[in-house]
């Protein structure tokens, strides 16, 4: 398939999610399984700030299979459980728009508030900082039920 003169696999080749999934781009990784990887948003809007992403590539959420758009949304929930316990925030916030990297993804974040997903708030963290919190929520996965595997 052909986008002008770049063809399909080396439009993928510059996608910087399937280079994380890779490995050649690090992440702080919370979760991942043959199908999904969730890491830390280095440009958090608030702590905890998570992108699942779907290892497949496809650049429109809803341009996935339903079958595969229900696992994927089942999955979300369950990286939320995670969120929401371990940062013991009332409700994980969820927003999938899908311009700045084309590779279909889903923020999820940590809130206490309504109207409080604002992506001008987004701003980068410390690497430390965003170690400190991918270990805390990744240490809980197994404390806490979730049949996340
Ligand atoms: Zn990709």
């Known amino acids: 398939m052909l986008i002008g ?17 890779k490995g050649e781009i690090p992440c702080e990784k919370i979760f991942e399984n043959e199908k999904y990887l969730a890491f830390l948003d280095i440009n958090p809007m608030y702590k905890g700030h998570t ?26 929930k369950k990286i939320s459980f995670l969120l929401k316990k371990v940062l013991k925030t009332e409700k994980v916030g969820l927003v999938v728009e899908g311009f700045f990297v084309r590779h279909a993804h889903i923020h999820l974040i940590p809130i206490n508030i309504g109207d409080s997903l604002d992506p001008h708030l987004q701003k980068p963290i410390k690497k430390e900082e965003l170690e400190e919190i991918g270990k805390q929520i990744r240490k809980n ?3 806490i039920r979730i049949s996340i595997i």
Do not use: G, Q
Request: aromatic share 14%; net charge positive.
């Open 5 to 21: 003169n770049i063809t399909k696999s080396d439009f993928m080749k510059e996608c910087v999610f399937c280079k994380i999934i």
């Open 51 to 76: 992108l699942l992403i779907p290892k497949k590539h496809t650049d429109y959420i809803f341009d996935i299979k339903d079958n595969e758009l229900t696992d994927y949304f089942l999955m979300a």
């Open 141 to 143: 996965i197994k404390k």
